[in-house]
């Protein structure tokens, strides 16, 4: 009998204060990895100019997005900036039993709830810093997709956002977009790596023992 010694998908949780960079480094990383999976939430918030449903985001109003929760259908959701966000549950355990990887952009309290679900294990989290408060504000200003007092709303929630850091796995300051990507598509491949090793060893063992009767596995 041969064992399945293929690995579970991991879970790559990318979360950062508003206009940190997320969406944009993520974007990135699924043109460069195509094997990824994106984790399409669903949410409350109208669509911005050049959003499409269904890739970007799934839009739903607060009725629909409420049977969902109740129907069970999310794997986590929170309340963000005074809308409702969450990601469905379904195509991320058809990518765990694939083998694939699934990246998610959500907030911290996203990040917490997958993190104390029953797929915890498989869970890698970055946190992406921007390089200063000043920078931070240019670059929502700079994306021309907010109003004045919604930019005003994030960058007053950014220090709470930002005071999660010591959470993840990693933290990373998104300086020069394309060193960033470099160096988040660096952790994925280590810690697919370190996932693809795993059954591997177990498997290595288990036929050291039965060869030479080494007893307990250490
Ligand atoms: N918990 C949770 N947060 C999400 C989800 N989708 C997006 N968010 C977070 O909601 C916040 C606002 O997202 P968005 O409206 O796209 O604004 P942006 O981050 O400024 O581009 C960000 O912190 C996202 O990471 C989700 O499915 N669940
Ligand atoms: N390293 C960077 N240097 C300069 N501008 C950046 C960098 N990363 C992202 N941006 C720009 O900052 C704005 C906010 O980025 P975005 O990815 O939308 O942030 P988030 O998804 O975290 O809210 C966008 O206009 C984006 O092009």
């Known amino acids: 009998m041969t064992a399945d010694i293929r690995r579970k998908g991991l879970l790559l ?3 950062s204060p508003s206009g940190a960079g997320k969406s944009t480094l993520s974007k990135r990383l699924m043109v460069r990895e195509p094997s990824l999976q994106f984790s ?3 949410t409350t918030r109208p669509p911005r100019p050049g ?6 985001y799934i839009f739903r ?8 929760v109740a129907g069970g259908e999310m794997l986590e959701h929170a309340e963000v900036f005074g809308n409702f966000y969450g990601s469905p549950r379904a195509p991320v355990d058809r990518a765990m039993a694939e083998g694939r ?11 917490q709830q997958i993190r104390s679900s029953a797929l915890g294990r498989e869970v890698v989290s970055v946190f992406i810093l921007p390089p200063s408060m000043a920078e931070l504000e240019s670059r929502l200003r700079g994306r021309a997709q907010d109003s004045d007092a919604v930019i005003a709303g994030r960058m007053e929630k950014s220090l709470g956002e930002i ?13 020069d977009i394309d060193e960033t990507e470099a160096e988040l598509r660096t952790i994925l491949a280590a810690e697919r790596l370190r996932r693809e090793r795993q ?3 177990m498997e290595f ?14």
Do not use: C, H, K
Request: charged fraction near 30%; avoid cysteine; charge should be negative.
């Open 13 to 15: 949780i990318l979360s």
């Open 40 to 42: 399409v939430s669903a």
């Open 51 to 56: 959003e499409v449903d269904g890739r970007d």
């Open 61 to 68: 109003s607060p009725e629909e997005f409420q049977a969902m």
């Open 101 to 111: 990887d699934t990246l998610f952009d959500v907030d911290w309290q996203g990040g």
């Open 163 to 175: 005071s999660r850091w010591s959470e993840y796995d990693y933290v990373l300051v998104n300086r």
């Open 199 to 201: 059954p591997w060893l």
């Open 205 to 218: 063992v288990r036929g050291l023992n039965a060869e030479y009767g080494a007893g307990e596995d250490r």
